[in-house]
């Protein structure tokens, strides 16, 4: 018995000892990546609930991470896809005016351009999200709530290829993770042991509204690929597809359009003569904004789905500065060609 006692003391010992150092390792992580991360605060513009055409101002909330010198911040894509003004702000207070330089919802991935970086910013390493295997201890530090530089620490609990998550998030490929995750924390960075990002965060699946333990987040090799490489264009415009019913419902000419809901003021969308919803309705049990163009061509592409959407994205990404912009739609039952520059 004693033999046994000794044996039970000594493995409660080595877990406390392990645990310590677990922790020691993490705020160790903690304190050198902290500075990287931003809260990102919003303002914009959306239709009231009051009546038709009555526009306030809707203030957002969520995070992200400062990941080159010049001033380049990731988040999440529907934190900043509509908005009329961002401010970030740094771990030591000072805040920043940003603008949206790449967006793709399709992943929910955006990248902002900070107007400068305040000294003493640290900026963070983009991981290779290949590496990272089910079981991996992981750090998500962001804004829950509005809560600047919390951490959460947890671990994969899976990977998602594009497409087998959500149909609205065709080109996402996801981490899954039981690290807590709440409002105000999208867009914020997942580090691994290593101190590198290796996600950006997305949304949660929740009965509750808060968190039960599953949490998604974009792969940090995504992320790169359409933000860094490719450069997803941003169009500053918040879309619903017509199609089947729907699209017989608004009198569309073509089987598929794209319902304009809401538009970012100085956007390319906005400067092309895109208009936005102008009252609030709830058709076949979907929450729409409507009053708004319906987008039925894109530089000649018309919309079909989820291939026209890809092609558009692909020809809009490589038209330079002060490029023609053609665009075709329905407004108050007539067809017009909207002609633009790209600023």
Do not use: C
């Not at 918040?238 to 089947?244: F, I, P």
């Amino acid at each position: 018995m004693r033999r046994v006692l000794i044996a039970i003391t000594a493995l409660a010992a080595l877990a406390t000892s392990f645990s310590r150092a677990d922790a020691q390792a993490v705020g160790e992580i903690f304190k050198g990546v902290t500075t990287s991360v931003v809260v990102v605060r919003t303002r914009e513009r959306d239709v009231s609930i009051q009546g038709p055409s009555q526009l306030v101002n809707v203030s957002g909330l969520g995070s992200g991470v400062l990941i080159s010198p010049d001033g380049k911040v990731l988040t999440a894509a529907h934190v900043v896809q509509t908005v009329d003004e961002i401010r970030v702000e740094f771990l030591g207070g000072e805040v920043v005016g940003a603008t949206v330089v790449a967006s793709e919802p399709e992943a929910d991935v955006a990248l902002l351009q900070l107007q400068r970086v305040p000294p003493g910013a640290l900026v963070a390493r983009l991981g290779d999200s290949d590496r990272v295997e089910v079981g991996d201890q992981v750090l998500v530090i962001g804004a829950p709530y509005g809560i600047g530089h919390t951490l959460t620490v947890g671990h994969i609990s899976a990977r998602h290829k594009p497409n087998t998550v959500y149909s609205g998030m065709s080109l996402a490929e996801f981490l899954q993770t039981d690290a807590a995750i709440n409002q105000g924390n999208s867009g914020g960075p997942m580090f691994s042991m290593a101190g590198e990002v290796i996600g950006i965060v997305s949304h949660i699946i929740s009965k509750s509204g808060g968190f039960e333990g599953l949490g998604f987040v974009v792969t940090s090799n995504m992320a790169r690929r359409l933000l860094l490489e490719r450069r997803s264009f941003w169009s500053g415009l918040d879309g619903y597809v017509l199609a089947g019913n729907l699209a017989r419902v608004f009198n569309l000419p073509q089987p598929v359009g794209l319902l304009v809901q809401r538009v970012a003021e100085r956007s390319p969308s906005a400067l092309i003569g895109l208009r936005g919803g102008t009252m609030k309705a709830t058709i076949d049990g979907q929450s729409l904004t409507v009053g708004g163009d319906i987008v039925l061509e894109v530089q000649g592409i018309p919309i079909t789905g989820r291939t026209s959407y890809e092609s558009i994205q692909e020809r809009l990404g490589r038209l330079h500065p002060g490029a023609l912009v053609t665009i075709t739609v329905l407004r108050e039952g007539r067809l017009l060609e909207l002609i633009g520059r790209l600023p």
